[in-house]
C-alpha cells in the first residue's frame, strides 16, 4: 500500500457511463481518494451516503473527494441516484482492480478494492493514507486531520516564502 | 480510536448528574431506523444504571438519505427553547414512522409548547448553527453511520444492541 510522500499514481476511469475521468485533471487540488469494496451499503452506515454529507466541509480545504470500487459504471450511477450522492464515483471495472492495484489495496482473493483512504495534496503527493478494516467504515476524522495538516504546512512555506523575500 | 471532539460541554444536551461515572454519547439521527431501534435501549440503559449514568444526544442529520432528520433535529432544538428537549427528543421518536412537518407541530401541541414562539424559532438561523455544529463534531469526533456511541469519550465500536452496549458500559466501570 502507498504510503506518505509517495507521489499519486495517475489513472482515468469512468465516472459516468459516458465520462471519463483523469487525476491529472485536478492538480492543483488536494484530492481524497476513497477506495471502497461495493455500493449499497445499508444507508445508515454507508459510507460514501456518510461523506456524501460532508462534502462542504471537504470543499472548505479545497479537496475533491473521489470513490473507488470495481462495481460498473451504471452500477454506481444506479446507486448515486439511489442515495443522492453529490461526488464522483469511479469504476475500477476493467481491467478489475487496476487502479486499487497500483496503490496497493486490491484484494485479489475477494476480487475488490480493500476499504482504504489516501489524502492527496495538490502536487499529487501523498500526505496520508489509512487501511480500514473492510467491516468497519473509518469515518473522516482522519481525513479532516490530514486536509488540516496540509492547510497549515501550506502556510508555513507561504509564510517562509514571504520572510526569505523580505516583503 | 477516535475521540469525542469537543468533551461533553454545558452547551450540550444532558441527561443524569455531572458527577455521573459513565458518559454515554448518540450521535444520532431522528429520522434513522437504527437510531429508533437504538431509542428505547437506550432508555433501558438509563434506567439500569440510574445515577451511575448520564446521557448525551448530539445531531447528526444525514440530510440526502432522510429529508426530515435536519427539520426534525430543529424541532428538536426549538422544543429546547422552551426547557423541553427531551420531551420532543423521546416523542419524535417515539412516533419515528409518523415524521412530517405537519407531525413536528403537532407534536409541539401535544407537548404544550408556546406553538407561536415554536414556529417562530423554527425559522432561526441560530438553531440551524447549532445543529450544523454538532455535525461538524461528529465529523471531527470520526463518526461513521447512525447511531455512533461514545462512552467517557471514546468511540464505541460495537453493535447497537442492549447487551453490547451494557457490557461495554460495565467495563468502563472498572477501576483503570
Redesign the interface.
Known sequence: MLTRNDSAPDFELHATPDQKFALHEIKGKNVILAFYPADWSPVCGDQMSLYNEMLKYFKKYNAELLGISVDSKWCHMAYMQNRNLHFSLLADFHPRGEVAKKYGVYNEKEGQCERALFVIDGNGIIQWSYLSPVAINPGADGIIEALENIANKNKKTEYAEVNATGQ | M?KL?PPVNKDDHIQGSPNARITLVEYG?FQ????GMAYPIIKNIQAEFGKILRFVFRHF?????HPMALPAAIASEAAARQRRFWDMHDMIFEQQPALNSYALISFAMELGLNITQFKMDLQDKLLDEIVESH??SG????????PSFYINGYKY?GGNDHDSLYMAIEENMQPA
Open positions: 477516535p471532539t439521527d434513522c431506523p437504527n437510531c442529520p444525514l440530510t440526502n438519505a455535525f461538524e465529523v471531527r469526533s470520526g463518526v461513521n453511520g447512525t465500536n
